[in-house]
């Protein structure tokens, strides 16, 4: 699935705000599958009332069997300094959460092999009761 959804995201057509006071550049895209459908609009503009500062918004709308949930990103800051090499650096106590059997994850858990036991053995007990 994310392999797909790379592909998707590598497929959307780029766009590049040209250095004037006043464009605004819109893309949409939808994907609809059997039960579901996904819209995204993205805005990027220059106003000439923010001093030509660039703004950029994207709306994503998915609907399924569950109902809908839209989901906005807006850009609130641009900048090109640096960014601290702090941001990068893992933490030490930084331990990969537990991968459930059927998918997702156990935040609350560490990823160890006896974790991992426990929960396979789990898994399988609650498949062979029902």
Do not use: C
């Not at 805005?43 to 030509?52: D, F, I, L, N, T």
């Amino acid at each position: 699935m994310l392999g797909w959804l790379a592909a998707q995201s590598a497929a959307l057509p780029k766009a590049a705000v040209p250095a004037v006071p006043d464009v605004t550049i819109m893309t949409r895209q939808t994907i609809d599958h059997e039960n579901s459908s996904i819209s995204t609009t993205i805005v990027h503009s220059r106003e000439p009332a923010s001093g030509g500062k660039i703004s950029s918004t994207e709306i994503t709308r998915s609907q399924d069997q569950w109902g809908t949930t839209t989901s906005k990103i807006e850009l609130i800051e641009f900048s090109d300094a640096p960014l601290d090499a702090a941001l990068f650096t893992v933490p030490a106590e930084y331990r990969p959460a537990l991968p459930d059997l059927f998918g997702g994850f156990d935040l609350t858990k560490a990823d160890t092999v006896m974790n991992r036991l426990h929960s396979y053995w789990d898994g399988v007990r609650a498949w062979a009761d029902g």
